[in-house]
């Protein structure tokens, strides 16, 4: 019976009976307003192609349908590790030892040393106690705040804070704060109001993925210790780069010893694959272990992913030498594209936001500047505010000078083609 099911939606092109498409009045209003919505994106100027790279990630590209030598400035792979041999054949011989994937979650029988071994070396890199890894960083954020806040909590959060902080706050019971982007006073004013509340847990990104400005993690740990709060700050635009050794916001700011909580990913500079983790102290990583719902019923990491970033680890830790060469790199192109007239947000990351304010302009110079071999995206609302769309740069430890001088000369060009530039 179940042949012949399978025969008639092959027949059919793959969609089964036509009935189930468009039979009913209510399945055709709900595709035309799907339709509707989709035009109304596309009149907005917002709409978000994705380009089919046929290549490995890195500075230099291929995209499908003839695009060779393309210059890519739109990557999270910040230290260049996605590409880098000896990561590669880690994964590869964790695949051959471990096999594909466990078929499972973690207490089931989801559970390898390799697993256990990246949690370890996840907890060292950090200096913090213990560690616990998700299919990503988005799970990790999902999965914090409701097994850890009750309705006896507060969560204080920055606005501006990544969609997934948001998600998971949203998903937890605790009374919700949010303060105004790095704006200190608000926070203060907050964390008094907070006082009533049992635990107060200040979240924050550490360097914030749309602007690439850095949280004030000084102030803010001031004011968890003067209010009796925790602090959580999300790492993923930070690991592996910022900081003398690459552990991140807290170690460039010197409070590695006054933030409690890290979550981070191990799918940007620490090998570029996938995964996410939170770090912290040991009884919160066995209460995760317990609770935390995006880690007990999603399967665990493939063994080829967690040789990824534990080769990528033990590179870092062997040495700072690619995360310092990316300070050089961000300034040169920061200070050529300010000196062209562009106006670049945040200070010192290699996330260099482009502002153009409006949507289409950023959408029509995204593609012009690939025309010029340059990969870069336009970002609008609902991604950023509405008014502040922008081109994001992203330097990479792997871009060679020339690469950056090239991709600020074709950003001129461009510019003054569409009148961004006088």
């Known amino acids: 019976m179940w042949r012949g099911a399978v025969a008639r939606v092959l027949r059919s092109g793959g969609t089964g009976n036509s009935r189930f498409v468009s039979g009913t009045a209510a399945v055709v209003e709900f595709r035309r307003r799907l339709e509707r919505e989709l035009e109304d994106i596309r009149g907005a100027g917002t709409w978000k192609s994705e380009r089919i790279i046929s290549s490995r990630q890195g500075p230099h590209l291929r995209l499908e349908g003839g695009g060779t030598g393309i210059l890519n400035f739109c990557a999270n792979n910040y230290l260049g590790l996605s590409s880098h041999p000896e990561v590669i054949r880690a994964a590869v011989e964790a695949l051959e030892k471990f096999g594909a994937g466990l078929s499972s979650v973690r207490f089931i029988c989801g559970t390898q040393s390799i697993h256990k071994d990246l949690e370890e070396k996840i907890a060292r890199f950090h200096q913090r106690e213990d560690a616990i890894l998700y299919a990503s960083c988005f799970d990790a954020n999902a999965g914090i705040f409701e097994a850890l806040l009750t309705p006896e909590d507060a969560?204080?959060?920055?606005?501006?804070?990544?969609?997934?902080?948001?998600?998971?706050?949203?998903?937890?019971?605790?009374?919700?704060?949010?303060?105004?982007?790095?704006?200190?006073?608000?926070?203060?004013?907050?964390?008094?109001?907070?006082?009533?509340?049992?635990?107060?847990?200040?979240?924050?990104?550490?360097?914030?993925?749309?602007?690439?400005?850095?949280?004030?993690?000084?102030?803010?740990?001031?004011?968890?210790?003067?209010?009796?709060?925790?602090?959580?700050?999300?790492?993923?635009?930070?690991?592996?780069?910022?900081?003398?050794?690459?552990?991140?916001?807290?170690?460039?700011?010197?409070?590695?010893?006054?933030?409690?909580?890290?979550?981070?990913?191990?799918?940007?500079?620490?090998?570029?694959?996938?995964?996410?983790?939170?770090?912290?102290?040991?009884p919160l990583i066995d209460l995760l272990r317990q609770r935390s719902r995006p880690y007990l019923f999603s399967n665990s990491l493939p063994p080829a992913v967690v040789g990824c970033a534990s080769k990528a680890l033990d590179l870092l830790m062997e040495s700072n030498a690619i995360a310092q060469s990316m300070a050089a790199k961000t300034q040169r192109f920061r200070s050529k594209m300010t000196a062209a007239g562009f106006t670049i947000s945040g200070k010192d990351h290699p996330i260099c936001p482009v502002m153009l304010g409006d949507a289409r302009l950023a959408a029509v110079m995204a593609e012009d500047m690939l025309n010029r071999g340059i990969y870069v995206i336009g970002f609008s609302y609902p991604v950023v505010p509405k008014g502040k769309a922008r081109i994001r740069v992203q330097i990479s430890a792997v871009h060679s000078d020339e690469d950056i001088d090239r991709c600020v000369e074709a950003f001129t060009e461009v510019g003054r083609k569409h009148g961004a530039l006088p």
Request: aromatic letters at 6%; a negative charge.
């Open 155 to 282: 969560v204080l959060s920055d606005e501006l804070n990544h969609a997934s902080i948001i998600d998971g706050i949203r998903l937890c019971k605790a009374n919700k704060y949010r303060y105004k982007h790095m704006d200190m006073q608000d926070l203060e004013a907050k964390l008094q109001d907070a006082q009533k509340h049992r635990l107060r847990l200040v979240a924050t990104d550490g360097a914030f993925s749309m602007d690439g400005d850095i949280a004030p993690l000084r102030e803010i740990c001031q004011l968890a210790q003067k209010y009796d709060a925790l602090v959580f700050i999300d790492e993923c635009h930070a690991t592996g780069f910022l900081g003398p050794s690459g552990r991140g916001t807290d170690e460039l700011l010197g409070v590695m010893d006054k933030v409690t909580i890290i979550n981070s990913t191990l799918g940007k500079a620490l090998g570029g694959a996938a995964g996410g983790y939170t770090t912290g102290p040991k």
